[in-house]
């Protein structure tokens, strides 16, 4: 911290900071299944930071993205509007830039707000939000953390911060480096057991660690530049991870997402709550927690009562909504999930769900898909987790409190058929109101042709020997 910043904080009453709206820090990460974090459980993993945030604070066992995929993800965050009214559908598609208000509004409320690494999708959706700081890092892994601190350490503005902070971790290519023993790991069993499958979960995971190690050094920073003052920290991230049945999927794998949320003084620490919230409530909780009024016309609520364990319940229905991503995923799916079922539209049933790893089949991304393709040949188990992941039925219906990784389709059971009609019914009026067109810009790739994979191939130029 610099000498100048130091006699200006001096100069200020401690009376004046304990006035002053609170700082708020949020840690964002792209592509971290919560699954793979110790605070959800995973004993395998080394993510020492997330375990003492969610130690010192709250666990969201519910949380939830309005869609899997980065880009209509992070424009539901900064809108509180869900894809089909702030105009990202589809990944790498913009917002309209009058839905892009967080900002804005934080600002009106005399906060600087700061966003260094990958916030919105892009520089053109990160230029339309106007944050009063923006460093755009790109794939740089160990400098993140780095990039804070120097922010802070030339930061004299005392206007309460909002600091927006965002790894590209674990977000394809995964790091070369693996730190963890292939031996060790125990695969989750929606996947294929080969050893390529084993070397990339490993990359995964040490990139997850790598994230952890981040996130650790920037709550060392801030903490430390707060000082006595008042400020939350939050961690999330924005779907789950490229992984089959993750990303791009409705499943809770691809939609439910980490939330821990410490704020010392204020929230109860090592608590977990069940209350099912939406990335899209994130805005007008943090303009309610910086003093603002509530936000019109826009799919999100506050959760703030939540935070100080007022309110168990915040959401009844969680929506969430699909397009496709490019050429590479053109898949629409929609989804409506209450606390004890989920129901599950797929738009395209009659064309393969595909993405950019069984397509590229890149190392530190897809290639195992290679050695997938060779064990189907001769083991039943792994050619029906290859048919289940290319072809979907036209709905899915799942007991989410008993079947958890949602492996068994109740859709044909007669036993589920007035629920599932109940939640279609609902599914159809979100849609209606949320003017859900729809609309595909991509063309897909039907049943009845080749794989996704068979036809990039004969577009690709063959490399040279």
Known sequence: MKTTLLLSMAATPLAAFAQQKPNIVIYIADDHGCLQSEPYGDTFVRTPNMARLAKEGMTFDQAFVASPASGPSRAALLSGLMPARNGAEANHTTPRANTQILVKRLQDLGYEVAAIGKIAHGKEQADMNHFDYLEITGNIREKLAGTVKAYLDKRTSQKPLCLLVGDRRPHVSWIEQNIYDTSRIILPDYLIDTPETREHWGRYLTDITGLDESIGQVDKYTEEYFGNRDYLFIYTAD?????????????DKGMRTAMLVRWKGKIEPGIRTAAMVS???????????????????????????????????????????????GN??????????????????????DCYHSNHSDIHRKDGAGAYWDSWDEAALTDKKAAEKIRHYYQRPAEEFYDIVNDPDEKHNLAGNPAYKEEMQRMSALLDKWMSDQGDTQRLTKKPYPLSGPTPHECNQKKEPKKKK
């Open 239 to 251: 779907h789950g991870a490229q992984w089959p049945f993750g990303k791009w999927n409705l499943y």
């Open 328 to 349: 590479m995923n053109v898949y629409p799916m929609r989804a409506v999930r209450t606390e004890k079922y989920k129901y599950i539209r797929n738009l395209l049933p």
């Open 279 to 325: 990335w899209i409530d994130l805005m007008p909780t943090l303009i309610d927690i910086a003093g603002g009024k509530p936000v019109e016309n826009i799919d999100g609520k506050s959760f703030q009562e939540v935070l100080f364990n007022k309110d168990k319940k915040h959401r009844e229905i969680i929506y969430t909504t699909h397009t496709n991503d």
